[in-house]
C-alpha cells in the first residue's frame, strides 16, 4: 500500500482549523490506519490509531476520520506547540508503511 | 525506553551495525514487536523491518535483502545490521516499539534517534 499525503505544506495561524489528508493506493478495510506528529529535532509521536482513536495524553483537538482509501487527520484550533511535520501510517501484510508527511508552518 | 547505540559512520560497502537496548519493558512480550524506523535528513519515514522476541522478523521488502534485525533476550536488546550501504543509507535511525496485540499497527514508543552517515 502507498500512501500520499497532501498538501506537502499548510501554512496557517495560531486558532486556524487544520485539515490533513492521506490517501492510500488500496483501501484499508483492517482500519490499521494511524497520524503521527514530529516537531524539529525531536523523535515522532502517536497521535490517532485505528483511524480516529486518540493515543494517551492527546488533546481532544486532534481528531482523526475517514474509510477506504481517503483518510484525514483535523486540528479543530492550532496552538503554537501543533507546528510540525505529521505523517500517516497503515499496517498490513506485516509490512508498516508511512506517508510522506505535511508539514504545517506558522503562517 | 529505547536507546540507540552504534558507530556514527561507515565506510560505503561496508555493514551498518546498530544495537537497540530496552529499559523499563521486557522484550519478552506478546504484545510488541521490535523495530528499525530510518528518516534521511530533510526526509520523511522510513520503516525498516522488526523482529518479535522469539525471533521471527518481518523486512521492508525494498531492504530485505541487505537487513537483518535479530533480538538477545537475555540482554533486552535487539540489533540492525544493514550491508553494501552508499550514501543513500545516511539517515537518523530510530528504535521503536511496534503494536502487535496492544496497539495493534502502530510504533507506539520511539527511541532518540542514531545518526548514521555513510562516507569514506
Known amino acids: 500500500i502507498v500512501l500520499t499525503q497532501s498538501p506537502d505544506t499548510l501554512s496557517l495561524s495560531p486558532g486556524d482549523r487544520a485539515t490533513l489528508s492521506c490517501g492510500a493506493s488500496q483501501s484499508i478495510s483492517s482500519g490499521f490506519l494511524a497520524w503521527y506528529q514530529q516537531k524539529p529535532g525531536q523523535s515522532p509521536r502517536l497521535l490517532i490509531f485505528?483511524?480516529?482513536s486518540r493515543a494517551t495524553g492527546v488533546p481532544d483537538r486532534f481528531s482523526g476520520s475517514g474509510s477506504g482509501t481517503d483518510f484525514s487527520l483535523t486540528i479543530s484550533r492550532l496552538e503554537p506547540e501543533d507546528f510540525g511535520v505529521y505523517y500517516c501510517q497503515v499496517f498490513g501484510s506485516s509490512l508498516w508503511t508511512f506517508g510522506q508527511g505535511t508539514k504545517v508552518e506558522i503562517k | 525506553q529505547l536507546e540507540e547505540s552504534g558507530p556514527g559512520l561507515v565506510k560505503p560497502s561496508e555493514t551498518l551495525s546498530l544495537t537497540c537496548t530496552v529499559s523499563g519493558d521486557s522484550i519478552n512480550t506478546s504484545s510488541y514487536f521490535w523495530g528499525w524506523v530510518r528518516q534521511p535528513p530533510g526526509g520523511g519515514l522510513e520503516w525498516i523491518g522488526n523482529?518479535?522476541?522469539?525471533?521471527?522478523?518481518n523486512y521492508n521488502p525494498s531492504l530485505k535483502s541487505r537487513v537483518t534485525i535479530s533480538v538477545d533476550t537475555s540482554k533486552n536488546q535487539f540489533s540492525l545490521d544493514l550491508t553494501s550501504v552508499t550514501a543513500a543509507d545516511t539517515a537518523l535511525y530510530y528504535c521503536?516499539?511496534?503494536?502487535?496485540?496492544?496497539?495493534?499497527?502502530?510504533?507506539?514508543?520511539w527511541g532518540r534517534g542514531s545518526l548514521v552517515t555513510v562516507s569514506s
Open positions: 485505528g483511524v480516529s
Open positions: 521503536v516499539r511496534q503494536g502487535r496485540t496492544l496497539l495493534r499497527g502502530t510504533v507506539d514508543n
Open positions: 523482529v518479535y522476541y522469539t525471533g521471527t522478523t
